[in-house]
């Protein structure tokens, strides 16, 4: 039997952890004297002391914590596998944030500019070509996207069609809300004949995004300004279509975005 300070000492985690830990029922002590209060614990207990640290340092809480402690060797390998792809898109996020970083400080350094909104982008104007699609409009989250266009591929292939190759999104809001947004996602087919709708031939100012979605709002800005500076308006809902991305196996800072702003020439 250890005494909670020797216990403290061994598995390095304060005596205040553990009485908390024995007052929600995490690791409660094996003995507790009723006369002076001290809590002693077993020699087995230790075990159970380093997997709550160690799943603590995978991230999960206390509560998931507990939850893990009781279940079964599948559920817990199962839940950890889960943690483990949650902390990869983790340290995914974190790298491609750290090379934004490293583009921003090279760009300061440079020239000198807090911020540069035309960062680079070539902007261009172009005359679209009509593009037969499969759509679905609606309210969605960012998140939902995945979902909704294997909906659309799902109800291509039920028809006998063939994917044309070029997947995009509309935004028909005013606003933009990553939670809930009226957004159509479009999937082009190369019968166009049997499409859902057509994607009329506009005149838009466009550019290419490189990189991870995240600094896609720096090539909005960058449009916007040049569309103002040349005379135009934008009154139609502006466009992404996606050129590269994860589905091809690339690292985000090699993903290509086009972006599209229908225009029109002020008088």
């Known amino acids: 039997m250890y005494q ?14 553990l009485r908390y830990y024995d007052k929600i029922g995490l690791l409660k002590a094996s003995e507790t004297d009723r006369f002076t209060g001290y809590r002693y614990y077993e020699r087995s207990q230790l075990e159970k002391m380093l997997l709550i640290q ?10 998931e914590t507990q939850a893990l402690l009781s279940c079964g060797n599948d559920a817990f390998r199962r839940e950890l596998q889960r943690q483990k792809k949650k902390l990869e898109c983790q340290r995914l996020e974190l790298e491609t944030v750290l090379d934004e970083l490293t583009s921003h400080l090279n760009r300061l350094e440079r020239n000198g500019d807090l911020m540069d909104i035309s960062n680079g982008y070539e902007i261009k104007l172009t005359q679209t070509e009509p593009v037969a699609v499969f759509s679905s409009r609606q309210r969605m989250g960012v998140e939902e996207y995945g979902k909704y266009y294997s909906d659309l591929y799902s109800r291509i292939a039920k028809e006998g069609l063939t994917p044309g190759g070029v997947t995009g999104a ?9 939670e809930s947004s009226d957004t159509e996602l479009f999937v082009s087919v190369r019968e166009t004949e049997r499409a859902e709708k057509i994607l009329e031939s506009r005149l838009c100012a466009t550019t290419v995004q490189k990189g991870p979605y995240s600094t896609l709002n720096e090539a909005y800005a960058a449009l916007v300004a040049w569309i103002e500076e040349n005379g135009y308006a934008w009154n139609e809902a502006p466009y992404e279509i996606y050129r590269k991305g994860a589905w091809n196996n690339l690292n985000p800072k090699d993903w290509e975005t086009e972006i599209y702003f229908p225009v029109y020439k002020k008088a």
């Open 170 to 178: 509309m935004y028909w809001d005013e606003e933009f809300d990553r």
């Open 54 to 63: 160690k799943l603590k340092r995978y991230g999960f809480s206390l509560e």
């Open 4 to 17: 909670i300070g020797e216990f403290s000492k061994i598995c390095q985690v304060s005596v205040k952890t």
